[in-house]
């Protein structure tokens, strides 16, 4: 077995590590009863502060809880599939998303409060006014999410192994707090509306700040401070000086696209009505929807190559093939090979060919887990020696590749191409944002 | 299998690090807030702009809560403290009849603050609607009055009774100085 060491693999973009004890012996450090103690008082709370909005308007804030947790889904699906090799586990993902909705949300709200009368007293209400949420929203808002990100980290620090597992979690957090403040400023327009229990002013803020503005707001500000996170986490080769400025950075940032996005340039739409003021959503929302896809997909590709070259380390085609190989790192690789199937042996043939593709993603993160382990530098996978997970998983991809070859002829139900449900989720929900803001659009226009 | 004990360390002071910066968001700025003066004087007879549309000449000895106030470009609000009275000016830019406009305040004012014996009364100086209403043991009163049919003026006043009492004539000259800006 000949080891090639890639430059992704030389730079170490992933930092396994070994599982053991891992989630469970958390119980034993601060930090996991810290997060015990301020989710149960910040439920408490947060329970106190949308019970009187839940009893005047019962219907609107069902509607609106029902409404903002579906949009969630979407973003959930999204996330998780951006690091489909090493998937996190469900329990970390939730608590990430839990800190957003809770404690973000119920330290954020008198924060805010306050950071604004401060903006205000200190120089003047007109300037609070104009600028005052471009500058207390993202000061306080991005520090608390951050810190949830840190907590994850430092709650099961061999869970974030990548840049990517950072914007993960950092997503995440971003999506909880989103959510709830999406339900609080719907419980606000209900009120502001004046009307009693209604719908309408639940409906124009899922439109407005779930559609319009969702795409590029708090999600994708926390997975930027995440990518500094996970950074400093991973990065163990720099100096702590050079990671702690590489978190900082990635906090700076989404401080500066959230600051951005709050402040009243473009605000006017550049005095073209409705239509300038989409546009201005767009121009300021796009690019740092951009940054961060493209900082994903930049730490993915390492992540992909490192462990491609955990697998490519075991030399054994019936493991993975160099076409695979090549697959594992390309954009729509994995789905091409996927067609490929489908084309051969119909819908079973692309189910097979993802069942492969999966339980080898499962073996290459074990056997990083094993390298990581294994004392010195060579590891267990490089040694030939596999640990009893790795020869598990391995016995998980021959059963794949098996199954894969026995469907080589055509099924009589072909249909086309599915692609993955995940794309198809998230393709629905742009159409249906699409169009209920592109009707929101003509209304106010006419 | 333990945890080690400078991982423990650094776990320890990590979360007492998360735990500061929570306090020091969710107490200690309200704290620094309520620290700093909230009022500030406002020249006496001077028109003040709620908006860059909407203006109103503050009541006589009025003092500004500079921690509420915050006049914007079209929506905007201005927080008056005259005595023990607070007389608080929210214009917003909506397409409403004065009676809709009217009826809007009233179910905010209940459902938002939790006013209670809330009534119409006559129509009040420039064409205003205004009432009454009691939110706990103090006293209130409101004007709603509409802008082209374009901007809404809320205008409400609440403080105990006496005080808000003696005050009325010059709270509801001020409210009637409400004006667009020239």
Known sequence: MTPQRTRAARVAPVRPQPLAGDLFGSVRTPVFWLLVGLLTVGAARLGGMVAPPFARYPVAMTVAFVLFALYAVPFVLFIAHVDRLEREPPVLLATAFAWGA?????????????????????????????WGSALAGPTVEEILKFLGVVAIAML??????????????????????????NVSYAAVAVQEAGAGDRLEPVFTTFVVRGILGGPWSHTVFTALAGAGVGYAVVRVDRSARVRAAVAGAGLGGAWLCHFAWNSPL????????????????????????????GLAWLARRREDAYYAGVLSALGDPWIVTPAELRAMCSLGGRAALRRAAYSRA???????????????????????????????????????????????????VLRARHALAALTLPTADRRPFAGSVVMWLIGAWVTVGSALGLALMLRALT | ??????????????????????????????????????????????AYPVTDAITVVPPPGARLDAGQTRPGRDVGQAVFLVGRVRFAIL????????????????????????????????????????????????????????????????ATASGPPADLADLLPAIQASAASIARAT
Do not use: C, H
């Open chain 1, 102 to 130: 809770v404690v973000v949300t119920v330290t954020a709200v008198p924060g805010n409060l306050a950071a604004e009368s401060i903006v205000a007293k200190l120089v003047s209400p007109r300037f609070a006014a104009l």
């Open chain 1, 156 to 181: 099961a620090t061999s869970q974030v192994n990548s840049v990517v597992d950072g914007m993960v979690y950092g997503a995440m957090v971003g999506l909880g707090y989103q959510v709830m403040e």
């Open chain 1, 266 to 293: 473009l605000a006017d739409g550049l005095g073209v009505g409705v239509a300038g003021r989409l546009a201005a959503l767009v121009v300021k929302g796009a690019p740092v929807l951009a940054l961060v896809l």
């Open chain 1, 346 to 396: 119909g819908a079973a043939g692309e189910r097979a060919a993802r069942r492969l593709q999966e339980s080898q993603a499962r073996l290459a993160v074990e056997l990083s887990r094993g390298i990581a382990a294994a004392s010195g530098r060579g590891g267990a996978a490089e040694e030939g020696r596999l640990t009893p997970a790795a020869v598990d998983r391995a016995r998980e």
């Open chain 2, 1 to 46: 299998m333990g945890v080690p004990r400078v991982g423990l360390r650094r776990n320890t002071l990590g979360s007492l690090g998360i735990l500061a910066v929570i306090a020091a968001i969710a107490a200690g700025l309200p704290a620094l807030d309520r620290a700093l003066p909230r009022e500030r004087t406002v020249r006496s007879g001077t």
């Open chain 2, 91 to 154: 214009v917003s830019p909506d397409r409403l009849t004065p009676e809709a406009a009217a009826a809007r305040l009233r179910t905010r004012l209940r459902d938002g603050l939790g006013a209670s014996a809330i009534e119409a009364g006559a129509p009040g100086a420039a064409g205003a609607l205004t009432g009454r209403f009691r939110l706990g043991t103090d006293g209130g009163w409101y004007a709603v009055r509409v802008f082209d049919e374009r901007a809404v003026v809320d």
